[in-house]
């Protein structure tokens, strides 16, 4: 009976992690032309091609760490220690009308607050699919939240990755129907997640 390998085996297999020998036999694996095989290899090197789009050559570390957070979460229902926090969402403009007062000019948009313990995320996505959004730590309003990686997440794909300038804002771009997950890797706090739609 021929053995296939799981979703995180091709995960460990991408990002190198994996042992010598277990790779050697995947490739072996992949040479017997297995297309089941074949499929989650390819999903997972695009992935990582993504996340490590800033170096042609070797993939930084960050983007080992955002194809396993990709991977963590596409199966949100892992167990284990959880590898982010999820934030809270505060206000979405499309589950609820908008405070008196705020016009959002008639138009198409979504408008939404998050929360993660002292962290505040302000996020708007306009009907041009792009996306603004500023971070703030409300208990250090000096501690700049800057050098935050945004990442946008759609069935364990990654879409968009951005950073945030000195004033901890960020602009990206994603399509309204891809917005499934936010990440925001801030440094010294675990990575903060949040979902923003069920699609997928
Ligand atoms: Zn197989």
Redesign the pocket.
């Known amino acids: 009976m ?4 799981q979703e995180q085996d091709w995960v460990d297999f991408v990002c190198g992690t994996a042992s010598v020998e277990t790779m050697a036999a995947m490739e072996q ?1 992949l040479h ?1 032309g ?5 499929g989650l290899h390819r999903t997972w090197l695009r992935v990582r091609a993504m996340a490590g789009r800033e170096s042609s050559f070797e993939p930084p570390p960050g983007a080992v760490r955002i194809v396993k957070l990709a991977y963590a979460l596409s199966k949100p229902s892992q167990t284990g220690e959880p590898v982010v926090s999820f934030a809270r969402l505060l206000f979405d403009s499309l589950l609820q009308p908008a405070p008196a007062g705020v016009r959002d000019g008639g138009g198409r948009g979504r408008h939404f607050l998050l929360q993660a313990g002292d962290i505040y995320i302000d996020v708007r996505q306009d009907r041009h699919d792009r996306l603004t959004g500023q971070l703030l730590n409300w208990r250090l309003p000096e501690e700049r939240v800057k050098e935050t990686e945004v990442w946008v997440i759609s069935e364990g794909k990654v879409c968009a990755n951005t950073r945030t300038n000195d004033f901890g804002e960020f602009q990206t771009e994603c399509r309204e129907d891809k917005l499934q997950w936010l990440v925001f890797e801030i440094t010294g706090v675990k990575p903060i997640a949040v979902r923003l739609s069920s699609n997928g």
Request: charged share 25%.
């Open positions: 021929i053995k296939h390998y694996h017997d297995c297309e089941a095989c074949s």
